[in-house]
């Protein structure tokens, strides 16, 4: 038989989605792959039943719905300080791992350098091995997260194509500050190279933290591909709706790779979820107190248990540090704490270049019941799980 592609041979399946079927083999409390267990705003799901009924059923245009983009764009332009052209800056993907995609495979040939900031997002990786591209990791140290300029600078010196910013981070949770963003600013233009943002934890973002978007700054806007979705923001990570912003000669490149890659997002979710997209200022400084309330809880159980974990400045995600329990795989462990303490984690290898097995990542996306139970397992972790010498 003849030999699968050498691009899969390092392939392995997504850790973060197997940690969640180890969850529910154990019955755990799933806390590792990102999604509430709590319903949608009620608005949205009140339309989607009215779209059953009505006449969305079929395609809609390749590149997103009319209404959807034309409510994408009246929400992103007061967001990013420029009027984004429904027509001509935007492509509706099917959740915003297609419009990463999209955005790698517009930029990149085999064989050119993009930059990644380490931790990262585990489908950066496999971004770059499906395009071809190499990989510069740029680490970020704790307990801020913040880089070294000297090294990004060095990263940037090999003349990568593109650098990858996932802001605010995932899994991290750091929220990149102006200075910071500037100085990246200033490397991708002496370097001429592009950004691909990924920001689809926009507004979830902790005092005094503020998102700012990269495409807003000075000059930046002609070598930025903002990608984004709506999953986080309005908990529907199921409806799988993503998008790519960018100047218009990007976007007519970009809307013929996203039509061979999908054809288009779904229809009548575009339709559901435009109501979303209209809501006003209100619901975004809500949705804010609702994940600082949920922060504020987590943060404190794990003080009260006594352990050691990162305070994220955005996004929904904290990392716990395991290192006490003498495991020499942060997977083993994580393996262990399903199975024994009922509790779902990811390891942190899996978002690190670096040899880093005493981290794990939980998130705080659930309902106060749902952290207040798995605090409550968390509480016999050292009688459960035997520290290793």
Not at 7 to 29: N, P
Not at 222 to 235: A, D, F, G, V
Not at 380 to 386: D, S, W
Request: hydrophobic share 40%; net charge negative.
């Amino acid at each position: 038989m003849p030999e699968l592609s050498k691009r899969t041979e390092s392939f392995t399946d997504s850790v973060i989605r197997r940690m969640t079927r180890v969850s529910l083999k154990y019955g755990a409390v799933n806390l590792s792959q990102g999604f509430p267990d709590f319903k949608p705003p009620r608005e949205i799901l009140d339309r989607l039943a009215e779209v059953t009924k009505e006449d969305f059923h079929q395609y809609s245009i390749t590149w997103g719905a009319q209404n959807f983009r034309e409510a994408l764009a009246g929400k992103q332009s007061r967001l990013m300080g420029r009027t984004i052209d429904p027509n001509g800056e935007i492509v509706v993907t099917c959740g915003s791992t297609e419009a990463m995609m999209t955005a790698m495979m517009m930029v990149t040939n085999p064989g050119d350098k993009v930059v990644v900031f380490s931790p990262f997002y585990e489908n950066y990786g496999a971004d770059a091995i499906l395009t071809g591209a190499d990989p510069i990791y740029v680490p970020l140290y704790p307990p801020e997260f913040n880089f070294r300029p000297e090294e990004l600078e060095a990263a940037f010196m090999q003349h990568p194509k593109a650098l990858i910013l996932c802001n605010p981070s995932n899994p991290c949770g750091k929220v990149f500050t102006m200075e910071e963003l500037k100085f990246i600013a200033y490397l991708a233009e002496k370097y001429d190279t592009f950004v691909i943002t990924d920001e689809v934890y926009e507004h979830i973002v902790y005092e005094p933290n503020r998102h700012i978007y990269f495409a807003s700054l000075p000059g930046m806007w002609e070598r930025t591909i903002s990608c984004s979705s709506l999953s986080k923001t309005y908990s529907i990570t199921g409806w799988r709706l993503g998008y790519v912003i960018a100047p218009p000669h990007i976007i007519d490149t970009a809307k013929k790779v996203h039509d061979f890659l999908t054809v288009g997002a779904a229809a009548p979710l575009q339709e559901a979820a435009v109501t979303g997209l209209k809501f006003g200022e209100e619901y975004y400084r809500e949705l804010q107190q609702k994940y600082t309330g949920k922060r504020d809880l987590f943060l404190k159980g794990l003080d009260d248990i006594g352990i050691e974990h990162t305070v994220p400045q955005g996004a929904y995600y904290v990392l716990l540090d395991v290192s006490r329990f003498g495991f020499d795989s942060d997977l083993e462990f994580c393996e262990v704490l399903a199975r024994e303490v009922g509790v779902g984690a990811v390891p942190g290898s899996s978002f690190f270049r670096e040899p880093v097995n005493h981290l794990i990542r939980m998130h705080f996306a659930k309902k106060d019941e749902t952290l207040i139970e798995a605090l409550n397992r968390l509480e016999g972790i050292r009688h459960k799980i035997p520290v290793r010498k």
